[in-house]
């Protein structure tokens, strides 16, 4: 499923074992994909000395001890509170008493918020030390562990304070998601839904036919899912590293009103239902503008369906909008939106307020 119009290319090499490596141009990260990865960390990434691990209350207990040999363990309280300040002052601490150097190296064993708190403290702590990533959701696995953002929140908004500090190893053991509530989980599938509706339509099939196996969680699928999209989001990475040059900006495809979603709900709506109610509204855009098909349209809703993934907007506009403005891709007072394409990869193009809020209030309505 190799995408040839990108000019740079990615490895894929399966290993005997079964997992997959991959690597992109000169981006730092590597990605293994497979079962049974976390006992092999040290095998797999060529660590010689024990890492200092960074959990939370949840994946600690529940994945540490296969990680083998360690200097020391945090476990932050879980939950997006936990990427705070004091968090990172608490993993210093703890960084400090175990003696970590310069050499490091730094585990995230755990989710987005584990990745991003513990990311930022391998990023600062002594100028930076190396991190491994080992994503235990499936968030985590397609999307945060790969990219090199982290941040941690402050009152004043989410992400303010943050680095890049790209991980040298990104370790996706695809048997950490059996223990995943079905709530979170299918966060992490409207994440993958979007690499195939903004970036790859050839992955939109392949969705489309193992719907129910992802859902299942059958590992041989979740194994190709979650390599297809550290795949696609590698490539997206590689070519904007800092996020300075537009590229990535295609990976907030359903952001914007997902986001406004999130917020004017006081967070009832979770990130990736929110991403799902987007991607049809951002859908529903395209189709007016005859960027993308009705039959294509229809699919989207028929997979989001079948992925049990909450997709309808339920909230009035004059709710949403106030957030919606908040949103920083502004042009002119306009809000530039990522639109899907059929047949093609997603573009970022400039919408009126008021295409956008027809297309959230047929959306509310339940129109197709
Ligand atoms: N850095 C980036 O590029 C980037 C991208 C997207 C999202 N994020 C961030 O990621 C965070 C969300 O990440 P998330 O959805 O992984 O949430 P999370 O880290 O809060 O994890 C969700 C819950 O699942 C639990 N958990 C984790 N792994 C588990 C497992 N295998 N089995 C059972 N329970 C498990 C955790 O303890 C937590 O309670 C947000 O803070 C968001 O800002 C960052
Ligand atoms: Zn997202």
């Known amino acids: 499923m190799a995408d040839a119009r990108g000019q740079v290319t990615t490895t894929i090499a399966p290993e005997a074992d079964g997992r997959v490596i991959l690597r992109q141009g000169t981006f730092p990260t590597s990605v293994a994909v497979g079962e049974g990865l976390l006992p092999r960390l040290a095998l797999i990434t060529g660590l010689d000395s024990p890492p200092f691990i960074v959990a939370d209350e949840i994946t600690g207990p529940l994945f540490a001890d296969f990680l083998g040999r360690r200097r020391g363990l945090f476990n932050l309280p879980r939950g997006e ?33 584990v990745g991003d ?21 499936l968030l985590a696995q397609v999307d945060s562990a790969i990219g090199g953002k982290t941040a941690v929140n402050l009152p004043e908004g989410k992400n303010l304070v943050g680095a890049f500090h790209p991980a040298q190893w990104v370790l996706s053991d695809v048997e950490c998601l059996r223990s995943q509530s079905d709530e979170d989980f299918r966060q992490g599938l409207a994440e993958a839904v979007k690499y195939g509706l903004g970036e790859e339509w050839s992955f939109f099939d392949w969705l489309e036919e193992n719907a129910r196996s992802a859902l299942r969680r059958s590992l041989p699928v979740l194994g190709t ?26 990976l907030n495809l359903g952001h914007t009103v997902g986001h406004a979603l999130e917020a004017a709900s006081g967070y009832r709506w979770r990130h990736g239902d929110g991403v799902a109610a987007g991607m049809m509204v951002a859908s529903r855009l395209s189709l007016r503008r005859g960027l993308l098909r009705e039959e294509d349209f229809s699919r989207l809703d028929r997979l989001l369906t079948t992925l049990r993934i909450p997709h309808r907007v339920d909230m009035a506009w004059e709710e949403i909008a106030p957030f919606v403005a908040r949103d920083k891709k502004f042009r002119s007072g306009a809000p530039l939106m990522v639109l899907p394409r059929s047949d093609e990869r997603c573009a970022l193009l400039s919408v009126s307020l008021d295409e956008l809020r027809e297309a959230c209030a047929e959306s509310a309505g339940g129109k197709l």
Not at 81 to 106: E, N, Q, W
Not at 117 to 137: D, E, K, S
Request: glycine share 12%; net charge positive.
């Open 225 to 250: 899912l979650v390599a297809e999209c550290s795949r696609m989001k590698l490539a997206v990475c590689a070519e904007d590293e800092r996020e300075t040059g537009g590229v990535r900006a295609r």
């Open 117 to 137: 708190t513990a990311g930022l403290a391998a990023a600062t702590w002594m100028r930076g030390v190396p991190l491994i990533q080992c994503p235990t959701t």
């Open 81 to 113: 509170g936990a990427k705070s300040l004091d968090s990172l002052s608490a993993i210093y601490t703890s960084l400090a008493a175990a003696g970590v150097d310069r050499s490091g190296p730094v585990v995230a064993l755990g989710g987005g918020v």
